[in-house]
Structures are given as C-alpha cells and as structure tokens.
C-alpha cells in the first residue's frame, strides 16, 4: 500500500523558516518524480515544486523561487522542503505527492505563517 | 505558470449526467495528453480519478470519464451518485516541467 506521510509544519512567523518532511513508503521511491503541492484555507490546489528521481532536476513555482527547496534522500525513502523567507501567503496545508504530474498524495501537514 | 480554467459549480441530479470542461493553452493541455482530473471531499486529501486525459486508476468506477479536445479537456460523471459531491480539479503537465491545477470545481448532487 502506497504511503506518503508529512511532518514538520507549524506556526511560523513572517520571514522564518520552516523544513517539511515526507516518508514514503508501498513503493519503489527511487521510480518516481516526487512534488510538493499547497492548499491555502478554503481555496484551490497550488503545484509548488517537483523534483526528479535522481535529484538531477528540481522546478518551482515563481512565488516560491529562491525561497523554497525541493530535495530527496533515495536513501531513507524521504522527501524534503526547506522553506525560507516565509510570508502570510504560504499559509497552507503541504501535500507530499507521488509523480511528475501527481497521481498520489499524502494527507497533508499545515503551515501557518502568522505573527 | 498561469491556472486553468474550470466552471466554479456544476450541478445534477442523481442518476444525471453532468460534465466539468477545464481549459488552458496550447502550452499545458493542448500540448501534451497529460491532464489529471482530481476529486477532493471537504477535510481530505485530493484523490485522482483520471490520468493522461482518459485512463482511469484501478478502483476508480467506471461512470467517470475523461476527454481532451484542443486546449479544453472535459470530466464526465455519469449516473450521478450522492457521494459524487465534492470538488473537483484538473492538473496538466506545461512546457515549464511543472504542474499547473485548475481552481476547482463543486459539484452538487441536487
């Protein structure tokens, strides 16, 4: 059964910074593009970045780029966004996610930028 | 990387028939058959039910279809069921290598 289970949200503050996690887990993690995917309170699904199998290759958003990183440790079957710079608007819950273009997510971990 | 464009409701009754357009540019949908349609009830994570444009994952049922037409793909929910209420969203690859999702879509079930 295929697995993805999300870690390291919180209230943060404007201008903090924030590492998320993702353990994966029912798959061969070493196949895949692995994403990361954001839903602001109440509104639309955001694509936020994605990353290739080996790591040779990561693609961002323009909101977040030179504020956010995507990467992965094949290793240990994880997945990572290191988030700097935090604004108001990144508030959201943070979908760990399966795939270059998304087939599937894990539950998600909130967000909370606020001072 | 701007979004696509889904209508904000789409209503039926049950047993109904009722289709969800979702249109970008040659530069996404009309440019690869790599559009997703999404199905997310309130609290949950979003659940694929359509991939390249048509397919359906194991264990999604069969009155859910998809289709592609130029820059606009489409979404068809047939016999409309109670639990068919809930959001829906397309996702398409881009030129950009990302992802680009639609705003969603909230179908009722009158």
């Known amino acids: 059964e295929v697995q993805l289970v999300e870690s390291g949200g919180a209230l943060v503050q404007p201008g903090g910074s924030l590492r998320l996690s993702c353990a994966a887990s029912?798959?061969?993690?070493?196949?895949?593009?692995m994403s990361w995917v954001r839903q602001a309170p109440g509104k639309g699904l955001e694509w936020v970045a994605n990353?290739?199998?080996?790591?040779?290759?990561?693609y961002y958003v323009d909101s977040v780029k030179g504020r956010f990183t995507i990467s992965r440790d094949n290793a240990k079957n994880s997945l990572y966004l290191q988030m700097n710079s935090l604004r108001v608007e990144d508030t959201a819950v943070y979908y760990c996610?399966?795939?270059?273009?998304?087939?599937?997510w894990g539950q998600g971990t909130l967000v909370t930028v606020s001072s | 990387q701007s979004a696509l464009t889904q209508p904000a409701s789409v209503s039926g009754s049950p047993g109904q028939s009722i289709t969800i357009s979702c249109t970008g540019t040659s530069s996404d949908v009309g440019g690869y058959n790599f559009v997703s349609w999404y199905q997310q009830h309130p609290g949950k994570a979003p659940k694929l039910m359509i991939y390249e444009v048509s397919n359906r994952p194991s264990g999604v049922s069969n009155r859910f279809s998809g289709s592609k037409s130029g820059n606009t793909a489409s979404l068809t929910i047939s016999g409309l069921q109670t639990e068919d209420e809930a959001d829906y969203y397309c996702?398409?690859?881009?030129?950009?290598?990302?992802?680009?999702f639609g705003p969603g879509t909230k179908v009722t079930v009158l």
């Open positions: 029912g798959f061969t993690f070493t196949s895949y593009w």
């Open positions: 990353i290739k199998q080996d790591g040779s290759e990561k």
């Open positions: 996702g398409s690859y881009t030129t950009s290598s990302t992802q680009v």
């Open positions: 996610a399966v795939g270059e273009v998304v087939t599937f």
